[in-house]
């Protein structure tokens, strides 16, 4: 159980978006670390933290329906892996017009190192049957969401990610080395790498097989890319994206060589550029991007800059990664902000 002072103290280094249900971005400086500390992780919760009975059920089409304790689990061969998550509402506030959600900022991203079973042997355990399509995932959490009264947290994924280990998914227990907290999913918490953090149901209480496609409020009308011209999508794999992480936004600096840094990351693949402007319109000068952590995490970058003369300088840093995919200028607008990986523009001024 956690304390109330416990859950005080792991929230007191973030930045609240809502009380209740608890929402709250990573502080900036927390992007340039490498992991994130658990207290610097952003938190985002659709619904109040539930109470959880310590049970994983695994059940539906599968032959040997298994319940599992967290003991259970940890008896079990563990894998730890290395994983930037990002809430596909991060910078939603820069969208315009601003759609509904929780007005995220860009700092609902973070990465941290989890622990736990891989899904795919649990399910090997089950025995999922013929004629499987989708793997519904429950959160013990539930409660009213819009013009619903009582809506429980559930999302899903194919059979066939859910039960290849390439995929490596995580039935975590662990987080930064310490037990899960309240806030991030304890007792135990899906881990889905490349994805938005949506995929990563926390508080995990029941594993469904399924014969047909899952819909649902989490799957198929929340969490949709809703384009004003084109079918709607579902939100899955993490955008392409660079931060600036030094110098800070805004900050007074005296003229001297000055270096940038961020990070960058997509789910698409390694990143394997990262360009530089300090004009609009502009050059593009290359960053050094170095190796990821691990192919789940974001890449630091860094460029020698130094600047000519005094004032005030924009800094853009545009990633592409190893599929291709490079950052857009303007936002992808979609009617509920997802997805908003377009160049972040900010300034510093030299004197
Ligand atoms: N059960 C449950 N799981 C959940 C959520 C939730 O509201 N309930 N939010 C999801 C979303 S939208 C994100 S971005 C991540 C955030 O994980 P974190 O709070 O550990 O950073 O959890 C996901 N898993
Ligand atoms: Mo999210």
Not at 42 to 66: C, E, K, Q
Not at 210 to 224: D, L, S
Request: aromatic share 10%; proline share 8%; net charge negative.
């Amino acid at each position: 159980m956690t304390t109330a002072t416990e859950l005080a103290q792991s929230r007191a280094n973030l930045v609240m978006v809502a009380p209740l249900p608890f929402n709250a971005e990573a502080p900036p400086d927390a992007l340039r670390d490498r992991i994130t500390a658990t207290d610097r992780h952003y938190v985002r919760s659709n619904f109040a933290l539930p109470d959880h009975d310590g049970r994983l059920h695994i059940a539906g089409a599968v032959s040997a329906p298994i319940e599992l304790t967290l003991d259970d689990l940890r008896s079990r061969p563990a894998k730890s892996l290395t994983m930037t998550m990002e809430c596909a509402g991060n910078g939603r506030l820069d969208m315009k017009p601003l759609p509904i959600g929780e007005p995220w900022g860009g700092y609902a991203v973070s990465t941290a190192s989890w622990t736990g079973t891989p899904l795919s042997e649990l399910l090997q355990s089950a025995g999922v049957l013929d004629g499987a399509v989708d793997v519904v995932f429950e959160g013990a959490d539930h409660g009213p969401y819009y013009q619903y009264d009582d809506v429980q947290f559930i999302r899903a994924l194919p059979v066939a990610l859910s039960a290849d280990p390439a995929a490596n998914i995580l039935v975590a227990y662990e987080m930064n080395g310490e037990p899960l907290n309240a806030d991030h999913g304890a007792p135990f918490r899906l881990i889905v790498p490349h994805w938005y953090g949506v995929a990563s149901v926390k508080w995990l209480s029941r594993m469904t097989v399924i014969t047909k496609p899952y819909r649902g409020e989490f799957q198929t009308a929340h969490y949709m890319y809703e384009w004003p011209n084109r079918a709607h999508e579902p939100v899955d794999i993490m955008l392409v994206r660079a931060r600036v992480t030094e110098p800070a936004a805004e900050s007074h600096l005296s003229l001297g060589p000055c270096t940038v840094r961020g990070k960058a990351w997509s789910g698409h693949g390694p990143i394997v550029k990262v360009e530089l402007s300090f004009t609009g319109e502009g050059d593009w000068f290359t960053a050094e991007v170095a190796e990821p952590e691990s192919p789940y995490a974001w890449q630091e970058w860094s460029y020698a800059w130094t600047p000519a003369k005094t004032g005030r300088y924009s800094i853009r840093a545009r990633a592409t990664d190893a599929a291709g995919n490079t950052q857009p200028d303007v936002p992808p607008w979609n009617r509920l902000g997802y997805g908003n990986n377009a160049v972040e523009v900010q300034y510093v001024e030299f004197h």
